[in-house]
């Protein structure tokens, strides 16, 4: 049973910072993709990042290039998200979830990933 389960989310002021983590199990780690969606009350889910296996391929959303860093260690089953400079705008619940690969801009489409987690809060105050 593949588990993908988030933590670290909270509450934190206007140009603070978080950082997100994601434990996956029940699968070959190494062999996913790994990306992070956020969706804000009444908004569609969106893409924020993305990493490749290795680490080696990232790809950002336009919104948090520059802010936010995305990770892995495939040692300890994890993928992270590093948020920096965070606005309220950012305010929304964060999901990791897991591809088997990318194709074109697939990476940005919430339904090329397989499986998700529960999600973690973030609420940045102004």
């Known amino acids: 049973q593949v588990q993908l389960v988030e933590s670290g989310g909270g509450l934190v002021q206007a140009g603070g910072s978080l950082r997100l983590s994601c434990a996956a199990s029940?699968?070959?780690?190494?062999?996913?993709?790994m990306g992070w969606f956020r969706q804000a009350p009444g908004k569609e889910r969106e893409f924020v990042t993305t990493?490749?296996?290795?680490?080696?391929?990232?790809y950002y959303a336009d919104s948090v290039k520059g802010r936010f860093t995305i990770s892995r260690d495939n040692a300890k089953n994890t993928v992270y998200l590093q948020m920096n400079s965070l606005k309220p705008e950012d305010t929304a619940v964060y999901y990791c979830?897991?591809?088997?690969?990318?194709?074109?801009?697939?990476?940005?489409?919430?339904?090329?990933?397989?499986?998700w987690g529960q999600g973690t809060q973030v609420t940045v105050s102004s």
């Open positions: 990493i490749s296996w290795s680490g080696g391929t990232t």
């Open positions: 979830a897991a591809a088997a690969s990318w194709y074109g801009n697939s990476y940005k489409r919430d339904y090329e990933y397989r499986y």
């Open positions: 029940g699968l070959t780690f190494s062999s996913y993709v």
